[in-house]
């Protein structure tokens, strides 16, 4: 049950920053994928006959922005922010209808388990930022790069949108 319920968590965040890049950034459909049965989740990017991770920043940029968007600054800060916040709004949002059928034990648990995928991106994220690690960075480090209030803005949209319905239930 743990590992479904993980695959859930991991599955709406990749998905959600799938989401914002096809539907946001127009990046077209077979030049996008979502990569959940690797070590790593990522969203990748096509690049003639290979796909790109997200780790190879400067060159998934410069894919990501081939594509072109309206504003480009905001359809990356948009993509960056897409994971946590897509993730956070899923969660909370199943976590709610859980809750309203009474599988509170279920709800908590997904809950949880959100908070831990979160907090442990986070975690990791500020630690390879603050060695100054590319290769490791991801979503919050990224939009730390890209718009310090967005990352800000984002950390607090997630711990307080995990925090109050965990107090809650």
Known sequence: MAALVYVVVVATHEYSHYIVGRWRC?????????????FTHRV????????????NRR??????EHHGTESEAAGVNLYTA???FGQTVGVVT????LAAVGRLSL????????????GWNLL??????????????DDFSGLWQQSRPGAAAVVCVVVVSHAVPHALL
Do not use: C, K, N
């Open 44 to 55: 990748a990017l096509r690049d003639g006959d290979e796909w790109v991770p997200p780790t």
């Open 124 to 137: 990791l994220d500020g630690w390879s930022l603050f060695r100054g690690d590319e290769q490791t960075a």
């Open 82 to 84: 897409g994971g946590p």
């Open 26 to 38: 127009r990046v077209p459909v077979r030049e996008i994928t979502v990569v959940l049965l690797a």
């Open 107 to 118: 709800a908590t648990f997904l809950l949880s388990l959100s908070a831990v995928h979160a």
């Open 59 to 64: 060159r998934y940029q410069r894919l990501f």
């Open 94 to 97: 199943l976590v709610g209808g």
